[in-house]
């Protein structure tokens, strides 16, 4: 563990399913303090990649490193100090937002009152109903609610803004800012590229499991030979646009 | 702990569940069962019997039924995300979920145990403390045994339709264990087998008594002092007695005395606490290894 090391490192992660290759070789710095969206069409290994930083999933090969530590040996410390937004998720249905929170704080053994929380992300309405009835914009804010507890060194986003209606991306957005100024690394994949324009300090495009293409919204414009009043959208197309059909769906 | 949360979380899906309840009843409807067999065994320590009888039928699939689900069910509703994304260990998580379900299922049936034990002290009056006690135990061995068989089973499937039928499959063998047993005995010895008059084998015996429920029925018939076999208190008696014949595996009337020295009672045990260890260390084995989604 070194407090020096980059929020996220890479070196040469591979993921396979059978023949197919949904994270290749992938080498990735995310330093400390930064917001990096990490942008990709479906399929193209985002949330796998999520995955094998958190222990969900093991590499085929290479090595991932979080807050200086090895995932898998230090799965405890990494989740500890790692706030979590998953992809396709589901709650207990039977709980309420309360208790899912205070869940996490117990595990954490962080002093969160839940109440808070919720109220930090706009469930203050609904603290005690159960989620059976939550719709999918209040899932992914009560998600964000359970990432933010014990004010973690770096949040991952997996698809952040997912369900929400423009109150929630809007939410979402003010929250990963307060993160940041906070001193938090903040990690999202999504290829909802509007928000990761007005929030990102870097951007890394991933395709068929490769990063190919990696910096500020200025130099992916470089790179892609597009004007530079253009949107991000067009920036993502071109850089992807070359390489699509190239290979099947991904997970 | 830092699992506690987890075991506190699973052991209240458990106990807010109509399923334990359910089991609870059923123990108590299906074990109170006054007989004249069961009272010329035992006399007022039938109450302990009642327990037997319950558990027996009862308490093996209705703890399957409340832990197979137990890590399937957040693989197939997707919650499994935030729990392997908390500060545990997949080692941790097992346990949580283990040691959570078996709290659980262990309160709601030693709520039935003693309702029973309150039904019996009140129809037929005191009964031995150590026998009941010592009952108690071996329920809760056997309730550890079923839950870590499930949570087994939830752990190496991928699908519940899957898990289910695991469930399923399990249940049936030990519900025609004997049959099968006695029919691989025959196959491979030649020698058929008549309950009426079983063979002084000792590995048919010993196989007879290597399930779960086998067992917790050899250690309950130990502690009320009927005989050394699989079947029920009242069966064993019946069939210890010369004037009346019965199709039962009973180790004093096949061998007309205790037998090997492996078919001692006490020794079951250690079959049950088998069926606790072996479920669970091949579960953290299959959880703790590759992909856990």
């Not at chain 1, 090895?70 to 799965?75: A, F, G, I, L, Q």
């Not at chain 1, 839940?114 to 992300?121: D, H, M, Q």
């Not at chain 2, 099968?180 to 309950?195: K, Q």
């Amino acid at each position: 563990m070194s407090d020096a090391a980059p929020a996220i490192e890479t070196e040469a992660l591979t993921k396979e399913y059978g023949d197919a290759r949904a994270v290749d070789r992938l080498d990735l710095v995310v330093e400390r303090g930064e917001t990096y969206g990490f942008l990709g069409p479906n399929g193209a290994g985002k949330s796998t990649t999520i995955g094998l930083l958190l222990d969900y999933l093991r590499p085929t090969s290479g090595t991932a490193r979080v807050l200086g530590n090895d995932p898998r040996r230090d799965v405890v410390e990494v989740h500890d100090r790692v706030g979590i937004l998953p992809d396709r998720f589901g709650l207990y249905e039977d709980r309420s937002a309360r208790q899912h929170v205070a869940f996490v704080t117990e595990t954490k053994r962080a002093g969160d009152d839940p109440e808070t929380l919720l109220e930090r992300v706009g469930l203050e309405d609904a603290v005690d109903d159960a989620t059976k009835d939550f719709s999918s914009g209040m899932e992914q804010r009560l998600a964000l609610a359970m990432a933010l507890v014990g004010d973690p060194e770096l949040l991952i986003l997996d698809e952040p803004f997912g369900g929400l209606d423009p109150h929630g991306v809007r939410r979402v957005r003010e929250i990963v800012n307060e993160e940041t100024e906070r001193g938090t690394t903040v990690f999202f994949s999504s290829h909802v590229l509007g928000q990761v324009e007005l929030v990102c300090d870097r951007i890394g495009v991933l395709h068929e499991g490769q990063l190919v293409a990696e910096g500020t919204l200025t130099e992916l414009r470089n790179r892609a030979t597009v004007a530079d009043d253009t949107t991000i959208e067009d920036v993502f197309v071109e850089l992807t646009d070359a390489r699509v059909g190239d290979g099947g769906e991904r997970r | 702990m830092r699992w506690s949360p987890l075991a506190r979380s699973e052991y209240r899906t458990v106990l807010t569940s109509k399923g334990a309840w359910i089991l609870a009843l059923l123990v108590v409807l299906w074990g109170f069962r006054p007989t004249y067999a069961g009272w010329d065994a035992v006399g007022r320590n039938i109450t302990i019997g009642y327990i037997q009888i319950g558990i027996d039928l009862f308490l093996p699939i209705g703890a399957l039924l409340l832990s197979y689900q137990s890590l399937i069910g957040e693989r197939t509703t997707g919650s499994i995300k935030f729990l392997l994304g908390l500060p545990l260990t997949r080692t941790q998580i097992l346990f949580g979920k283990a040691s959570g379900r078996f709290v659980g299922v262990g309160a709601a049936i030693v709520a039935a145990a003693l309702v029973l034990a309150g039904i019996g002290l009140v129809e037929h009056g005191p009964f031995s403390l150590l026998p009941f006690l010592g009952t108690l135990v071996a329920t809760l061995l056997l309730a550890s045994a079923m839950v870590a068989v499930g949570v087994f089973v939830s752990t190496i499937t991928r699908r519940t339709v899957t898990a289910a039928t695991g469930v399923f499959a399990y249940f049936l063998a030990t519900v025609f264990w004997s049959q099968i047993v006695t029919s691989i005995y025959t196959a491979v010895t030649g020698v058929p087998v008549d309950p009426y008059d079983a063979p002084a084998s000792g590995p048919l015996f010993l196989a007879l008594r290597l399930t779960p429920d086998g067992a917790y029925n050899v250690l309950t018939n130990w502690l009320l002092g009927v005989g050394n076999s699989t079947e029920l208190f009242h069966i064993v008696y019946t069939k210890l007695d010369p004037s009346v014949s019965v199709n039962a595996f009973v180790v004093e009337a096949a061998f007309g005395g205790g037998g090997p020295w492996y078919l001692h009672p006490a020794l079951s045990l250690f079959v049950l606490l088998g069926w606790l260890v072996a479920p669970l260390t091949l579960a953290r084995r299959v959880f703790t290894r590759g992909d856990a989604l």
